[in-house]
């Protein structure tokens, strides 16, 4: 089943979502999805609705944060485990931050990565 239009809806009413479903209910490929859109992917939704829309498709950065793995036995840990996650994801889009705090990471992260890519950051 077609659910592009309400990925359209989703960017072009943006506010701020909160995902809560159980296990197995497809936020992770929702989530896929709209990074797909985001990357400027337009072909990979050929014959689905949202191709035909008036959404052009421009790139926007991604931020991936896949906590899975975080310990949160302590609240140390957890932000050490969200240092970690937030550092790779630096890493990965070729910035070398340093700082340690994780706001401090997380702001300078999303200004550098408005930065390089003049679309600014869908959030």
């Given at each position: 089943?077609?659910?592009?239009?309400?990925?359209?809806?989703?960017?072009?009413?943006?506010?701020?979502?909160?995902?809560?479903?159980?296990?197995?209910?497809?936020?992770?490929?929702?989530?896929?999805?709209?990074?797909?859109?985001?990357?400027?992917?337009?072909?990979?939704?050929?014959?689905?609705?949202?191709?035909?829309?008036?959404?052009?498709?421009?790139?926007?950065?991604?931020?991936?944060?896949?906590?899975?793995?975080a310990s949160s036995d302590t609240p140390e840990r957890l932000e050490e485990s969200l240092m970690s996650v937030l550092s790779r994801q630096s890493k990965e889009e070729g910035f070398d931050l340093d700082d340690r705090i994780p706001s401090v990471f997380?702001?300078?992260?999303?200004?550098?990565?408005?930065?390089?890519?003049?679309?600014?950051?869908?959030?």
């Open positions: 089943m077609d659910k592009t239009r309400y990925i359209y809806d989703l960017i072009n009413e943006a506010s701020y979502y909160f995902l809560s479903r159980p296990r197995r209910f497809g936020k992770s490929l929702l989530l896929d999805t709209i990074a797909e859109a985001f990357y400027g992917n337009k072909e990979l939704f050929k014959g689905l609705w949202i191709y035909g829309s008036d959404y052009a498709f421009p790139t926007h950065p991604v931020i991936r944060l896949d906590m899975g793995k997380w702001g300078n992260l999303v200004e550098e990565l408005n930065k390089n890519t003049g679309n600014g950051l869908w959030c």
